[in-house]
């Protein structure tokens, strides 16, 4: 995935604005929801983070509309997945989460994990990371192309 190629939409609640991407996409409503959310900071620009992020969806073997892409907070982003409905959704460093953590956001089972900052600043923790994107696409029955087991 390329960041260059990332359409931005934006919804508003009562005292939010909601940011989200979905590469090569003019809009990320129309059609099915994607397989995975992810949520974190930093995420929605051009940049390292961004970069290390479509690394890691591309070792999964995902294609890019299959992918969504939002801005914290969580909370602010519930109506967003109960109206998507993606299959999974993976917070990446978020205050409050416990890395490899399942739990459920909008009715959407969720895994914490570390940010692509953190990945960056501590390459050590890619393996943790990679592990808990390999469980994610075990619960969606992907399968994983034989180059993702690198650990990126």
Request: aromatic residues 4%; charged residues 20%; hydrophobic residues 40%.
């Amino acid at each position: 995935m390329n960041a260059g190629r990332l359409r931005f939409w934006e919804g508003f609640l009562p005292d939010r604005a909601i940011v989200m991407a979905r590469p090569g996409a003019e809009s990320p409503l129309p059609g099915p929801g994607p397989k995975i959310l992810f949520v974190g900071e930093g995420l929605l620009e051009p940049g390292p983070e961004r970069q290390l992020l479509d690394r890691m969806v591309e070792a999964l073997g995902l294609a890019q509309d299959q992918v969504e892409v939002g801005g914290p907070p969580l909370e602010a982003l519930a109506p967003v997945i109960q109206a998507r409905t993606p299959g999974r959704v993976v917070t990446l460093g978020l205050p409050g989460s416990v890395r490899g953590q399942w739990s459920e956001c909008a009715g959407v089972r969720a895994l914490a994990t570390h940010s692509p900052a953190q990945l960056l600043q501590n390459p050590a923790l890619k393996r943790e990371a990679w592990d808990d994107l390999k469980a994610v696409a075990a619960e969606l029955g992907l399968e994983i192309p034989a180059r993702g087991g690198s650990g990126r």
